[in-house]
């Protein structure tokens, strides 16, 4: 079946550091693939999406690359801000499924220091 | 617009009760989908209703059970409530199409808590 498997947290950084949070999947065709953010209090939140293989999907200034021959969909961002301290899903939907029907993976939290 | 709502917000129960949650998606998304966070993990897929059909259904005993209405707003009940149903439950809805690359928006979600 379907999987995700996150970098394990938390991830503590400085602002205006550099951002890496690793996510690879198990899948079986092409999916697609999603990164959600749920900040503190709030619901979780789309932050990015890539629907094929070498799309890169960008928002805020957070991007992640579709490597379907590495299987994996790593979040970057090149100076974080205290704002994104969050906690970070990644997620799919089958090729052959609808996205009502994602896999996330665990999440990895992220707090930023001033 | 508004966004996905949920209620409760917070429900507190007791080992074998029963509960029902509520959700209301976007206006105009025919698709409602139910899953549960457990503390510390990610969103598990519990179900998926569209145009008031079951669409698919995570591996979650039968004990858990929802609907959608004609107004695409849906309900998930538990029944024989356990400890470890105590969760996050999240809605999300989205358009409707059958693709993979829909987006979901998410409600903020019920927390249970059974004692």
């Given amino acids: 079946g379907n999987s995700v498997t996150q970098m394990e947290g938390p991830v503590t950084l400085s602002e205006e550091a550099f951002l890496t949070i690793n996510c690879t999947y198990t899948a079986t065709g092409y999916p697609s693939l999603f990164w959600y953010v749920q900040y503190p209090g709030e619901g979780l939140q789309l932050l990015l999406k890539a629907t094929k293989a070498d799309d890169k999907g960008s928002n805020k200034g957070f991007e992640a690359t579709y490597r379907k021959e590495t299987t994996s969909f790593h979040l970057e961002k090149g100076s974080v801000q205290v704002s994104d301290s969050a906690v970070y899903f990644c997620a799919l939907s089958g090729h052959n499924t609808n996205a009502g029907k994602s896999t996330f993976g665990d999440g990895t939290t992220l707090t930023v220091k001033p | ?115």
């Fill in chain 2, 1 to 115: 617009d508004a966004g996905v709502t949920q209620s409760p917000t917070h429900l507190i129960k007791t080992r074998g009760q029963h509960v029902t949650l509520r959700c209301s998606p976007i206006s105009g998304h025919k698709s409602v989908s139910w899953y549960q966070q457990v503390l510390g993990q990610g969103p598990q897929f519990i179900f998926q209703y569209y145009e008031k059909e079951e669409r698919g259904r995570g591996n979650f005993p039968d004990r858990f059970s929802a609907r959608q209405f004609p107004n695409y707003s849906s309900e998930l009940n538990v029944n024989a409530l356990l400890l470890g149903d105590s969760a996050l439950y999240l809605c999300a809805s989205s358009p409707g199409t059958s693709a993979s690359t829909d987006t979901q928006y998410f409600g903020p979600g019920t927390r249970l808590t059974v004692l």
